[in-house]
């Protein structure tokens, strides 16, 4: 089946989704101007804000009627996600995302990491409005552990002995433990205390598996689909999942080329890199990984009541994981 993203994910919650969109413009509304700027020119560009949609589908098919505190905590996410999409620039040294210029390479890196200060400030100050203690606790936390993900990245470039089990622990940090807030989030708004824990399991399997998609997307896209260059994770001789299992399937000069990419960056062998990463097995060993995310994903929201909210959710996942073909 060919899924649309409007019609098949997006529609269940449109009026909620607009809703939200006006609470991300209020919310960046500042008294200094540079400040309106920058966070207008980030939250522009953002993709087609997902985690934020995750949200409302959760929160819908948890069976919350009130939708106000959802819309509210779903820009909070969005915010969130921003921000630390800007600080990500400036540490990658990023100049494009999403084929549009970075507030790095726009302004300047002193800019973009105060701005993304300020996104994750507003975005608190937003989910104190909500009052409600164990949501803050639960995005105090997991707002401390995607940062820990961003350093645990940081400390593993240049190491080609970097594991799977340190790549997992990475991506958990980086990318799902923000989908996890997200749908957890929606589950103890709505107090549906029995949906928290599938939630949280599906948001986690569901940003391994996109975050994994990302990384074989790397060495099998093009600059235009990907909206980033290619090579770029390479360059900064970052061991994403397809280095680590090329290094694992590999021996010999293959081994040896993949050992010193990772060790040293650059992209002076870029082209033999993408080549033994395609032979090696690699690729087809990260897309078999991928799979099994999404069908743990995919289980885990057989505890959902049975709802075109959740219909909305399998649809996303299998949007997703689709990328690959």
């Known amino acids: 089946m060919v899924i649309d993203f409007k019609q098949d994910i997006l529609s269940p919650v449109a009026t909620d989704f607009a809703a939200m969109d006006h609470l991300i413009n209020e919310g960046i509304s500042s008294k200094v101007g540079l400040v309106m700027s920058v966070s ?3 939250v522009e560009a953002g993709g087609k804000r997902m985690r934020p949609i995750m949200c409302l589908l959760a929160a819908r098919a948890c069976g919350l009627a009130n939708m106000q505190q ?4 779903a820009a909070v996410i969005e915010m969130l996600h921003t921000a630390t999409l800007v600080h990500d620039d400036v ?3 990023s100049s494009l995302r999403r084929g549009r210029p970075t507030a790095n390479a726009t302004w300047n ?6 701005v993304g200060d300020f996104l994750i400030a507003r975005a608190f100050d937003l989910l104190v409005d909500l009052n409600n203690i164990t949501l803050l606790k639960d995005f105090s936390t997991g707002t401390c552990e995607i940062a820990e993900g961003e350093v645990l ?11 799977e089990e340190t790549y997992l622990r990475i991506i958990h940090g980086k990318t799902s433990r923000l989908f996890e807030l997200a749908t957890e989030g929606a589950a103890i708004l709505a107090g549906t205390e029995e949906y928290r824990e599938p939630l949280r399991r599906f948001a ?3 940003g391994n598996a996109f975050q994994i998609i990302d990384d074989i997307l790397d060495y099998t896209s093009d600059a235009e689909t990907l909206g980033k260059n290619i090579g770029d994770d390479l360059m900064e001789g970052k061991p994403t999942l397809p280095l680590i299992s090329a290094l694992a399937h590999s021996t010999g000069d293959d081994h040896a080329i993949i050992r010193r990419s990772i060790a040293t960056g650059g992209v002076e062998q870029l082209d033999k890199v993408i080549e033994i990463v395609h032979h090696s097995g690699g690729l087809e060993y990260c897309q078999k990984r991928a799979q099994q995310e999404t069908d ?3 289980e885990a929201l057989k505890a959902l009541p049975d709802n075109e909210y959740r219909q909305a959710l399998i649809n996303l996942t299998l949007m997703a994981l689709h990328r690959l073909q």
């Open 296 to 298: 743990a994903a995919l």
């Open 109 to 114: 890196n002193q800019t973009a990491v105060l």
């Open 91 to 93: 540490v990658d040294e």
């Open 40 to 42: 207008k020119h980030v």
């Open 70 to 73: 959802a819309q509210h905590l």
């Open 153 to 163: 990245q940081l400390q593993s470039q240049h190491q080609p002995e970097t594991t």
């Open 204 to 206: 986690g399997h569901f």
